[in-house]
């Protein structure tokens, strides 16, 4: 973070001549806006860790003091240095393309089956045997029992709803809603993926039933050596009881968690779970809702690893690669990657500025950033997607 960050809440003018890109700027702005208006955070404690560069929220999940400022990357020095990849980033940003780039490959075997996508006015198949508009449609979804339903770009599980056909009923987020009722819910939410909706394996069903997200980190700076540098292993939490709920949800308010547990990457052990709120952290080493302890060895490590290494020597182009991966009763699958998904979990179990890897890496790219010229750093404002 540069020394002319002072103020706990920054101009836009300053995070533009200190190399954001303008989109970046703004969002990080709200953010700090939010969490000042939220009621949320101590007054004195907000607006100490907005002067350092840290969201209050992320303040609180690492306990952050003078005494360790120094081991987290700061929210605001993560925000500026969006974007990590190049324009390539659309390989993985967005899930049509990325499941064109893996079908027709023995890497469609990682990606949930995906069966449409929904433009404005129109349904495009995408699975060999599904048929055309909403009759094709519905078919499939007779078929199959169940679909997910998430934007074709998005992040923290918004926007994520689950269609059903059960007894003979169509259902959406468990609600019947009828055939016309599914077809009013596909017309209002263009570019929209629709695809196969998985389960967990019976070793991590047993702590939630509903699909776990496995966040790994992997860098891939040389584009021929792509390593994993930090996970976590993230669980629903009191998710309602038709199983349709994605299995985050953005603590807003003081009662909202989220289940997180640390993942050793030599070796594939998890445990260490926390339950995280937007102002206080407990250690639970059982999950809050199932009451199930939630330490192990994942299953299928080696093949997990495996997958995304070779995923991402396929999309090589991209050197900062967030797996969104899970582990189900067909073997590891990834649900996306992200481009530039958030560091807050992981820094939970990993402090990026602690670990050898992490911190030269992020460093580099702070130091390449703090030398731009007027120009580059002009054109780097301007970045929009």
């Known amino acids: 973070m540069r020394d002319r960050m002072k103020s706990a809440l920054p101009k836009l003018e300053d995070l533009l001549a200190d190399g954001f890109t303008k989109r970046m700027a703004a969002s990080?702005?709200?953010?700090?806006?939010?969490?000042?208006?939220?009621?949320?955070?101590?007054?004195?404690?907000?607006?100490?860790a907005h002067a350092h560069g840290f969201c209050a929220e992320s303040a609180y999940a690492y306990g952050l003091s003078d005494a360790n400022l120094g081991s987290y990357l700061s929210d605001y020095d993560y925000w500026r240095l969006w974007p990590l990849n190049d324009w390539q980033r659309i390989w993985i940003n967005d899930k049509l393309t990325l499941n064109a780039l893996l079908s027709d490959s023995e890497l469609a075997q990682y990606l949930p089956r995906y069966h449409y996508y929904s433009s404005r006015g129109h349904l495009l198949p995408l699975g060999e045997g599904d048929g055309a508009g909403m009759e094709g449609f519905l078919a499939c979804l007779r078929r199959e029992g169940e679909l997910a339903c998430k934007p074709c770009n998005g992040s923290e599980a918004n926007g994520f709803f689950k269609l059903a056909f059960e007894d003979g009923s169509y259902l959406l987020n468990g609600r019947p809603v009828g055939a016309e009722g599914v077809g009013r819910f596909v017309a209002e939410n263009?570019?929209?993926?629709?695809?196969?909706?998985?389960?967990?394996n019976a070793q991590l069903a047993a702590i939630d039933p509903l699909i776990h997200t496995m966040r790994v980190l992997v860098l891939?700076?040389?584009?021929?050596?792509?390593?994993?540098?930090?996970?976590?292993?993230?669980?629903?939490?009191?998710?309602?009881?038709?199983?349709?709920?994605?299995?985050?949800?953005?603590?807003?308010?003081a009662d909202i968690c989220s289940y997180n547990v640390g993942v050793d990457l030599s070796c594939g052990r998890y445990g260490g779970g926390k339950v995280v709120y937007a102002a206080k952290v407990v250690d639970s080493p059982k999950h809050?809702?199932?009451?199930?302890?939630?330490?192990?060895?994942?299953?299928?490590?080696?093949?997990?690893?495996?997958?995304?290494?070779?995923?991402?020597?396929?999309?090589?182009?991209?050197?900062?690669?967030?797996?969104?991966?899970?582990?189900?009763?067909?073997?590891?699958?990834?649900?996306e990657i992200n481009s530039h998904s958030g560091v807050k979990y992981l820094q939970l179990f990993t402090p990026i500025m602690e670990d050898a890897r992490l911190s030269e890496y992020f460093s580099s790219k702070i130091a390449a950033i703090d030398v731009l010229g007027e120009a580059d750093r002009a054109a780097r404002n301007g970045i929009v997607r």
């Open 28 to 48: 990080y702005l709200g953010i700090l806006e939010t969490e000042r208006a939220s009621g949320l955070f101590d007054a004195d404690y907000l607006e100490w």
């Open 190 to 200: 263009p570019n929209y993926v629709f695809t196969e909706f998985i389960h967990p």
């Open 220 to 253: 891939n700076p040389t584009g021929i050596d792509p390593v994993p540098a930090a996970s976590y292993l993230r669980f629903a939490v009191g998710v309602d009881e038709t199983g349709s709920s994605a299995n985050y949800q953005a603590p807003t308010t």
């Open 288 to 335: 809050p809702t199932s009451g199930t302890l939630a330490e192990g060895q994942i299953d299928c490590w080696p093949q997990m690893l495996e997958m995304m290494r070779r995923i991402s020597l396929k999309v090589r182009a991209c050197e900062y690669l967030g797996f969104d991966a899970c582990v189900t009763d067909k073997g590891p699958r990834i649900m």
